[in-house]
């Protein structure tokens, strides 16, 4: 079946500008997670999800991040007045069910965002 | 706060020969670690996981062991080819059975000599 897709796979925007990166999970997962990687790095934990409801957002870096879920499959996240050391790339996670013990988290092929 | 880390961060094998991965994790109710490996400008691919009520895992030439008393967890690659040229991550989960949160480690660079 299809997997985590994501969009745009490219972006390239000016500081201060707003962006927007979308993300498909896999049908019928309840979990979703991003993070961002920057070059040589592991994925950093950004948000999680369960459904529509933002359970975590611990590792978003500043109120300039903003995620949401509003139907519980489809995520986008928000990038307000971006900033040059926003550039990285934004990756998606989504997992089945939820249930004690932990899921697999399947990832799309991420969002490269560049901030000029 | 909660850490993984990973060693080496670059490493270099004969075709043929074995390679080794390590990482050390902080958070004592990690319960479940994965590693994933990712090729230039793909995405992560799990190869294998690991959960705490088992010490060693093994599928093909891929296996993992575990020791929680120490709080590290190791990959292991036998008979290495080229296509397993990759960064490697490995990850722990944070907060126990009811969390859903892992925790990366920094990477392996793991290049295949012919």
């Known amino acids: 079946g299809a997997g985590v897709s994501q969009s745009p796979r490219y972006k390239v925007a000016k500081r201060g500008q707003d962006v927007a990166l979308r993300c498909d999970p896999i049908?019928?997962?309840?979990?979703l997670f991003w993070y961002q990687q920057a070059l040589g790095q592991g994925p950093e934990f950004l948000t999680y999800f369960q459904n529509e409801a933002q359970l975590d957002k611990s590792g978003l870096p500043s109120d300039r991040f903003f995620a949401e879920r509003p139907e519980g499959s489809v995520s986008t996240l928000k990038i307000q007045r971006t900033q040059q050391e926003d550039s990285a790339v934004y990756l998606c996670?989504?997992?089945?069910?939820?249930?004690?013990?932990?899921?697999?988290?399947?990832f799309g092929p991420g969002t490269r965002l560049l901030v000029l | 706060g909660e850490n993984v880390e990973q060693h080496p961060s670059t490493l270099s094998v004969q075709e043929g020969d074995s390679a080794v991965i390590k990482c050390t994790y902080s958070?004592?109710?990690?319960?479940?670690f994965p590693w994933y490996k990712q090729e230039l400008g793909k995405r992560p691919q799990l190869i294998i996981d690991i959960r705490s009520n088992v010490g060693e895992k093994k599928d093909q030439r891929i296996a993992v062991t575990l020791n929680k008393t120490a709080k590290h967890f190791s990959l292991h690659i036998t008979e290495t080819q080229p296509e397993d040229s990759a960064v490697y991550f490995c990850?722990?989960?944070?907060?126990?059975?009811?969390?859903?949160?892992?925790?990366f480690g920094s990477g392996t660079r793991l290049s295949i000599r012919p």
């Open positions: 996670a989504s997992s089945p069910r939820d249930r004690r013990g932990q899921e697999t988290q399947y």
């Open positions: 958070d004592s109710a990690s319960n479940y």
């Open positions: 990850a722990a989960s944070i907060g126990g059975s009811s969390a859903s949160k892992i925790i």
């Open positions: 049908s019928g997962h309840v979990s």
